[in-house]
Nanobody
């Protein structure tokens, strides 16, 4: 069982930055594939970024955030991060951290492969 708690959301002006954190419980955190998803009002939840476990460090990003967002993890702290730069109003959404015990695969962008989810943190970008 893994519990995830996101933090770091807030209100920021366009062009600004935020860093989201995802604190996880569980002794096997380093094995888990981690993902960030987001859901804007009236829209479906969408993939943002993913990072492999077991020290692989492989990352994937949605095209809409590539070059602006960076996913990382600190296994010693059982924490994952999403550094978000050059934020745009279109990035406004609730951001969710997710985890799965399977290795990173070609399905990394599908929300239904992730078993564990946090409660979400609101990010609002003003124009």
């Amino acid at each position: 069982q893994v519990q995830l708690v996101e933090s770091g959301g807030g209100l920021v002006q366009a062009g600004g930055s935020l860093r989201l954190s995802c604190a996880a419980s569980g002794r096997t955190f380093s094995w888990y594939t981690l993902g960030w998803f987001r859901q804007a009002p009236g829209k479906e939840r969408e993939f943002v970024a993913a990072i492999s476990g077991n020290g692989g460090g492989t990352t994937h990003y949605a095209d809409s955030v590539k070059g602006r967002f960076t996913i990382s993890r600190n296994n010693a702290k059982n924490t994952a991060y999403l550094q978000m730069n050059s934020l745009e109003p279109e990035d406004t959404a609730v951001y969710y951290c997710a985890a799965q015990s399977s290795p990173l695969s070609g399905s990394y962008y599908l929300s239904n492969v992730y078993r564990y989810w946090g409660q979400g943190t609101q990010v609002t970008v003003s124009s």
